[in-house]
Every structure is written in C-alpha cells, then in structure tokens.
C-alpha cells in the first residue's frame, strides 16, 4: 500500500483544511486508516482514525481527545482516499500531517499498529 497525503497549508486560526490521502493497491477497504501528527521537537501524536470497511464493527470512527469535535474523519472506498476536516483550528494544531494504513481490523491508535505512512504534509495555524 502507498499512500499520498496533501492538503496541508497555512490557515488563521478558526480557519479550516481537508487532508486527504490517496492509497493505492486493492486492499483499501480491509485497512484501518489513522491520521498522524508531529509537532517540532514533540512526538507523533494519534489523532484520528476509521475502522476497516469490512470489520466487524463497521466504519467506526475515533478521535484524541485534543481534537474531538473539531476534526472528522472520512474514508471514501470507491476512491481509496481517506480525509481528514479540520474545522476550529487552533495553533496547537501546527505539525506535519501522516495519514498511515493498518492492518488491524478494530480501533489503532498506536503508531506500531500501522504498517504503511504517507510522506507527510505540513499544516501551519497562524495566531
């Protein structure tokens, strides 16, 4: 699986952005897809992710506490393509974004538990 992530830039912050992230391959639907961030001189940090298309338990999804409410995460299965809106953007927010694909059927929100990132892209919130 590779995976493409764009979208990122600089916004005011209470501005917004969409992430999005391409994967390619065929097995798309049977990976759980999480959203990254790293922060300068701050570990990768989980943000958001969505089940697999065909677990269990459906398309669920899971957000840290830091952004719950704010930010949304989607997966569109008919384009391989996971996004990541980001709405009430706050400076805090300001890092690189990796979108990263997981072979776990249920929730992950631990960067071991993925096996392929995305080259990152970068979001700057201006105060």
């Known amino acids: 699986v590779q995976l493409q992530a764009s979208g990122g830039g600089l916004v005011q912050a209470g501005g917004s952005l969409r992430l999005s992230c391409a994967a390619s391959?065929?097995?798309?639907?049977?990976?759980?897809m999480g959203w990254f961030r790293q922060a300068p001189g701050k570990e990768r940090e989980f943000v958001a992710g969505?089940?697999?298309?065909?677990?269990?338990?459906?398309?669920?999804?899971y957000y840290s506490d830091s952004v719950k409410g704010r930010f949304t995460i989607s997966r569109d299965n008919a384009k391989n393509t996971v996004y990541l809106q980001m709405n009430s953007l706050k400076p805090e927010d300001t890092a690189v974004y990796y979108c990263?694909?997981?072979?776990?059927?249920?929730?992950?929100?631990?960067?071991?538990?993925?096996?392929?990132w995305g080259q990152g892209t970068q979001v700057t919130v201006s105060s």
């Open positions: 391959g065929r097995t798309f639907r049977s990976n759980t």
């Open positions: 990263a694909a997981s072979p776990s059927v249920g929730a992950a929100t631990y960067g071991p538990q993925y096996t392929y």
């Open positions: 969505t089940s697999a298309a065909t677990s269990r338990i459906g398309d669920n999804t």
